[in-house]
Protein backbone atom coordinates (compact mmCIF):
# COMPACT_ATOMS: atom_id res chain seq x y z
CA UNK A 1 0.00 0.00 0.00
CA UNK A 2 1.48 3.49 -0.87
CA UNK A 3 1.87 6.03 2.16
CA UNK A 4 1.16 9.70 0.93
CA UNK A 5 3.36 10.93 3.60
CA UNK A 6 5.88 8.59 3.64
CA UNK A 7 6.81 9.36 0.07
CA UNK A 8 7.97 12.87 1.89
CA UNK A 9 11.07 10.79 2.94
CA UNK A 10 13.63 9.38 0.09
CA UNK A 11 13.87 6.60 0.15
CA UNK A 12 17.62 6.50 0.45
CA UNK A 13 17.20 8.74 3.95
CA UNK A 14 14.77 6.13 4.69
CA UNK A 15 17.43 3.33 4.82
CA UNK A 16 19.77 5.56 6.61
CA UNK A 17 17.24 6.55 9.12
CA UNK A 18 16.76 2.41 9.65
CA UNK A 19 20.35 1.98 11.03
CA UNK A 20 19.78 4.73 13.51
CA UNK A 21 16.46 3.56 14.67
CA UNK A 22 18.60 0.99 16.79
CA UNK A 23 21.39 3.84 17.73
CA UNK A 24 19.80 6.95 18.71
CA UNK A 25 16.95 6.42 20.27
CA UNK A 26 16.98 10.00 21.83
CA UNK A 27 15.55 11.16 18.31
CA UNK A 28 14.38 8.61 16.40
CA UNK A 29 11.64 7.01 18.81
CA UNK A 30 7.97 5.52 18.19
CA UNK A 31 5.35 6.99 20.55
CA UNK A 32 4.39 10.11 18.77
CA UNK A 33 4.67 8.52 14.57
CA UNK A 34 1.66 8.65 12.79
CA UNK A 35 0.78 4.75 11.52
CA UNK A 36 1.62 5.79 7.73
CA UNK A 37 5.04 6.71 8.73
CA UNK A 38 7.65 3.78 9.30
CA UNK A 39 9.05 2.65 12.55
CA UNK A 40 12.09 4.53 12.23
CA UNK A 41 10.89 7.92 10.70
CA UNK A 42 11.44 10.56 13.50
CA UNK A 43 9.31 11.32 15.50
CA UNK A 44 6.89 14.80 14.78
CA UNK A 45 6.14 15.81 18.66
CA UNK A 46 10.16 15.96 19.24
CA UNK A 47 11.19 18.52 16.02
CA UNK A 48 10.18 21.48 18.06
CA UNK A 49 11.47 20.14 21.07
CA UNK A 50 14.73 19.44 19.34
CA UNK A 51 15.23 22.38 17.06
CA UNK A 52 15.37 23.90 20.91
CA UNK A 53 18.34 22.38 22.10
CA UNK A 54 20.48 23.45 19.14
CA UNK A 55 22.97 26.09 19.10
CA UNK A 56 23.33 28.88 16.65
CA UNK A 57 26.10 26.75 14.98
CA UNK A 58 24.08 23.33 14.85
CA UNK A 59 21.02 25.15 13.59
CA UNK A 60 23.20 26.92 10.49
CA UNK A 61 24.47 23.34 9.83
CA UNK A 62 20.74 22.00 9.51
CA UNK A 63 19.67 24.73 7.25
CA UNK A 64 22.47 24.24 4.68
CA UNK A 65 21.85 20.10 5.28
CA UNK A 66 18.19 20.74 4.39
CA UNK A 67 18.78 23.32 1.69
CA UNK A 68 21.15 20.59 -0.29
CA UNK A 69 19.12 17.49 1.11
CA UNK A 70 15.25 18.56 1.14
CA UNK A 71 15.23 16.47 4.16
CA UNK A 72 13.22 18.03 7.00
CA UNK A 73 14.89 19.81 9.67
CA UNK A 74 14.28 16.91 12.68
CA UNK A 75 16.14 14.15 10.39
CA UNK A 76 18.79 16.77 9.47
CA UNK A 77 19.60 17.54 12.87
CA UNK A 78 19.69 13.47 13.75
CA UNK A 79 21.78 12.54 10.84
CA UNK A 80 24.25 15.49 11.38
CA UNK A 81 24.40 14.85 15.19
CA UNK A 82 25.30 11.29 13.99
CA UNK A 83 28.05 12.38 12.42
CA UNK A 84 28.98 14.40 15.69
CA UNK A 85 27.94 17.36 13.62
CA UNK A 86 30.75 17.46 10.62
CA UNK A 87 28.39 19.07 8.15
CA UNK A 88 30.85 17.53 5.00
CA UNK A 89 30.85 14.01 6.59
CA UNK A 90 26.93 13.96 6.81
CA UNK A 91 26.33 14.97 3.31
CA UNK A 92 28.89 13.07 1.27
CA UNK A 93 27.25 10.11 3.10
CA UNK A 94 23.83 11.08 2.45
CA UNK A 95 24.83 11.72 -1.16
CA UNK A 96 26.44 8.15 -1.57
CA UNK A 97 23.62 6.54 -0.03
CA UNK A 98 21.72 8.22 -2.97
CA UNK A 99 23.56 7.39 -5.51
CA UNK A 100 22.81 4.05 -4.84
CA UNK A 101 19.03 4.25 -3.07
CA UNK A 102 17.46 7.36 -5.08
CA UNK A 103 14.14 7.57 -5.30
CA UNK A 104 14.06 8.74 -8.63
CA UNK A 105 12.91 6.65 -11.03
CA UNK A 106 15.74 5.78 -13.52
CA UNK A 107 12.53 6.52 -16.31
CA UNK A 108 13.07 10.31 -15.22
CA UNK A 109 16.69 10.66 -15.47
CA UNK A 110 16.46 9.08 -18.83
CA UNK A 111 14.29 11.55 -19.62
CA UNK A 112 16.44 14.84 -18.74
CA UNK A 113 19.70 13.22 -20.14
CA UNK A 114 17.99 12.76 -23.63
CA UNK A 115 17.20 16.56 -23.23
CA UNK A 116 21.13 17.24 -23.29
CA UNK A 117 22.95 14.11 -24.47
CA UNK A 118 25.03 13.99 -28.07
CA UNK A 119 23.52 13.23 -31.00
CA UNK A 120 26.24 10.53 -31.57
CA UNK A 121 27.74 9.34 -28.77
CA UNK A 122 25.83 8.40 -25.41
CA UNK A 123 27.76 11.61 -23.63
CA UNK A 124 26.67 14.67 -22.46
CA UNK A 125 29.13 16.75 -24.78
CA UNK A 126 29.89 20.67 -25.08
CA UNK A 127 26.75 21.53 -26.62
CA UNK A 128 24.48 19.65 -23.90
CA UNK A 129 26.39 21.09 -21.26
CA UNK A 130 25.57 24.80 -22.71
CA UNK A 131 21.94 24.01 -23.21
CA UNK A 132 22.23 22.57 -19.77
CA UNK A 133 23.69 25.99 -18.13
CA UNK A 134 21.73 27.72 -20.19
CA UNK A 135 18.57 25.84 -18.70
CA UNK A 136 19.64 26.48 -15.42
CA UNK A 137 20.19 30.49 -16.11
CA UNK A 138 24.19 30.12 -15.65
CA UNK A 139 27.17 30.98 -17.85
CA UNK A 140 29.28 27.91 -18.74
CA UNK A 141 32.26 29.77 -17.35
CA UNK A 142 30.23 30.56 -13.84
CA UNK A 143 32.18 28.50 -10.98
CA UNK A 144 28.99 26.78 -9.98
CA UNK A 145 29.66 24.46 -12.91
CA UNK A 146 32.49 23.11 -11.01
CA UNK A 147 30.07 22.60 -7.96
CA UNK A 148 27.77 20.61 -9.73
CA UNK A 149 30.31 18.68 -11.97
CA UNK A 150 31.94 17.70 -8.21
CA UNK A 151 28.64 16.31 -7.56
CA UNK A 152 28.50 14.44 -10.82
CA UNK A 153 31.91 12.83 -10.17
CA UNK A 154 32.46 13.93 -13.93
CA UNK A 155 35.76 12.56 -14.62
CA UNK A 156 36.92 14.96 -17.14
CA UNK A 157 36.12 18.82 -18.50
CA UNK A 158 33.45 19.06 -21.37
CA UNK A 159 31.23 16.15 -20.99
CA UNK A 160 29.12 14.00 -18.81
CA UNK A 161 29.04 10.46 -18.71
CA UNK A 162 25.31 8.79 -18.32
CA UNK A 163 26.04 7.31 -14.85
CA UNK A 164 27.75 10.87 -14.04
CA UNK A 165 24.95 13.04 -14.91
CA UNK A 166 22.50 10.45 -13.29
CA UNK A 167 24.84 10.05 -10.61
CA UNK A 168 24.44 14.11 -9.65
CA UNK A 169 20.61 14.11 -10.43
CA UNK A 170 20.41 11.72 -7.74
CA UNK A 171 22.64 12.84 -5.23
CA UNK A 172 21.52 16.41 -5.10
CA UNK A 173 17.67 14.97 -5.04
CA UNK A 174 16.80 16.37 -7.90
CA UNK A 175 14.19 14.84 -10.26
CA UNK A 176 14.26 18.39 -12.71
CA UNK A 177 16.49 20.14 -14.34
CA UNK A 178 13.85 23.29 -12.38
CA UNK A 179 14.58 21.52 -8.80
CA UNK A 180 18.43 21.38 -9.87
CA UNK A 181 17.41 25.47 -10.55
CA UNK A 182 16.12 26.03 -7.18
CA UNK A 183 19.26 24.20 -5.94
CA UNK A 184 21.97 26.41 -6.95
CA UNK A 185 21.87 29.17 -4.39
CA UNK A 186 22.71 26.26 -1.82
CA UNK A 187 25.21 25.13 -3.71
CA UNK A 188 26.73 28.56 -4.46
CA UNK A 189 27.31 28.58 -0.80
CA UNK A 190 29.76 26.00 -1.16
CA UNK A 191 32.24 28.04 -2.93
CA UNK A 192 31.86 30.09 0.25
CA UNK A 193 32.62 27.42 2.83
CA UNK A 194 36.20 26.55 3.69
CA UNK A 195 36.33 23.01 3.51
CA UNK A 196 33.75 23.39 0.35
CA UNK A 197 35.76 25.09 -1.14
CA UNK A 198 39.15 22.96 -0.69
CA UNK A 199 37.33 19.96 -2.02
CA UNK A 200 36.50 21.56 -4.82
CA UNK A 201 39.66 23.28 -5.39
CA UNK A 202 41.30 19.52 -5.26
CA UNK A 203 38.83 18.30 -7.30
CA UNK A 204 39.41 20.88 -10.22
CA UNK A 205 42.48 18.96 -10.69
CA UNK A 206 41.65 15.88 -12.07
CA UNK A 207 38.83 17.14 -13.64
CA UNK A 208 40.70 19.74 -15.79
CA UNK A 209 43.24 17.03 -16.88
CA UNK A 210 43.52 15.84 -20.33
CA UNK A 211 41.83 12.44 -20.97
CA UNK A 212 44.91 9.76 -19.91
CA UNK A 213 47.28 12.60 -18.30
CA UNK A 214 48.53 12.60 -14.93
CA UNK A 215 49.74 16.65 -14.72
CA UNK A 216 48.19 19.49 -15.99
CA UNK A 217 48.28 21.46 -18.89
CA UNK A 218 49.75 24.93 -17.83
CA UNK A 219 47.83 26.79 -19.64
CA UNK A 220 44.79 25.18 -18.08
CA UNK A 221 46.11 25.52 -14.70
CA UNK A 222 46.50 29.10 -14.82
CA UNK A 223 42.87 29.43 -16.21
CA UNK A 224 41.72 27.66 -13.07
CA UNK A 225 44.20 29.02 -11.13
CA UNK A 226 42.40 32.66 -12.03
CA UNK A 227 39.05 31.22 -11.53
CA UNK A 228 39.29 29.55 -8.46
CA UNK A 229 41.47 32.50 -6.74
CA UNK A 230 39.03 34.91 -7.89
CA UNK A 231 36.69 33.48 -5.45
CA UNK A 232 39.37 32.19 -2.62
CA UNK A 233 41.00 36.03 -3.02
CA UNK A 234 44.75 35.38 -2.89
CA UNK A 235 46.38 38.13 -3.77
CA UNK A 236 49.57 36.83 -5.11
CA UNK A 237 47.98 34.97 -7.75
CA UNK A 238 48.53 37.03 -10.37
CA UNK A 239 52.26 36.90 -9.36
CA UNK A 240 52.22 33.35 -9.14
CA UNK A 241 50.87 32.65 -12.59
CA UNK A 242 53.05 34.93 -14.14
CA UNK A 243 56.30 33.00 -12.78
CA UNK A 244 54.74 29.56 -13.74
CA UNK A 245 54.64 31.01 -17.49
CA UNK A 246 57.73 32.50 -17.23
CA UNK A 247 60.14 30.35 -15.35
CA UNK A 248 58.36 26.85 -15.25
CA UNK A 249 56.74 26.50 -18.45
CA UNK A 250 55.81 22.77 -18.05
CA UNK A 251 52.82 21.04 -16.61
CA UNK A 252 51.81 21.15 -12.80
CA UNK A 253 51.84 17.99 -11.03
CA UNK A 254 49.19 17.13 -8.36
CA UNK A 255 51.08 18.02 -5.07
CA UNK A 256 52.17 21.40 -6.55
CA UNK A 257 48.34 21.82 -7.15
CA UNK A 258 46.87 20.71 -3.77
CA UNK A 259 50.10 22.29 -2.22
CA UNK A 260 49.56 25.45 -3.69
CA UNK A 261 46.32 25.85 -1.97
CA UNK A 262 48.08 25.03 1.63
CA UNK A 263 50.64 27.68 0.77
CA UNK A 264 48.20 30.51 -0.30
CA UNK A 265 45.81 29.99 3.01
CA UNK A 266 48.47 29.90 5.41
CA UNK A 267 50.95 33.04 3.73
CA UNK A 268 48.66 34.74 1.59
CA UNK A 269 50.67 37.77 0.44
CA UNK A 270 52.87 38.10 3.35
CA UNK A 271 55.64 35.58 2.59
CA UNK A 272 58.47 37.42 5.59
CA UNK A 273 57.74 33.68 7.37
CA UNK A 274 58.21 31.09 4.79
CA UNK A 275 60.84 28.67 5.40
CA UNK A 276 62.72 27.45 2.49
CA UNK A 277 63.42 24.24 4.14
CA UNK A 278 59.83 23.73 5.20
CA UNK A 279 58.15 20.60 2.97
CA UNK A 280 56.92 22.68 0.46
CA UNK A 281 57.65 21.83 -3.43
CA UNK A 282 60.59 23.09 -5.25
CA UNK A 283 58.20 24.87 -7.60
CA UNK A 284 57.16 26.93 -4.42
CA UNK A 285 60.19 27.33 -2.92
CA UNK A 286 61.22 29.01 -6.51
CA UNK A 287 58.04 31.33 -6.12
CA UNK A 288 59.11 32.56 -2.90
CA UNK A 289 62.64 33.54 -4.16
CA UNK A 290 61.88 34.78 -7.05
CA UNK A 291 58.91 37.03 -5.56
CA UNK A 292 61.52 38.44 -3.08
CA UNK A 293 63.82 38.89 -5.52
CA UNK A 294 61.02 41.15 -7.56
CA UNK A 295 60.09 42.69 -4.70
CA UNK A 296 64.00 44.40 -3.55
CA UNK A 297 64.34 44.72 -7.29
CA UNK A 298 60.96 46.99 -7.53
Keep these: TH ?33 CLPPFAPSACLVGREQN ?19 NESLAASILRSNQWNLERAIEYVFAEGAE ?31 LCEDLGVDPTDPI ?50 AKFKDIYEFSFG ?14 AIGMWQL ?6 WPLCDQWCDFVAECHKKAITKDTWVQLFEFAKQFGSDLSAYDENGAWPYLIDEFVEWHNEKKANA
Design 3 to 35: HPATSLYPFHILLFLSSLATSDKTFLGNACLPP
Design 145 to 194: TLVISRYMGAAVMGEYTKEEFFRGFQRLNCDSVKALKKKLPALRNELDDA
Design 53 to 71: RLNKSQKEKVRHFVAITDC
Design 101 to 131: YSSIKPATLEKIYKQYKDKDEDLVMAAGIAK
Design 228 to 233: LFGIYK
Design 207 to 220: FSREKGQKSLLLDT
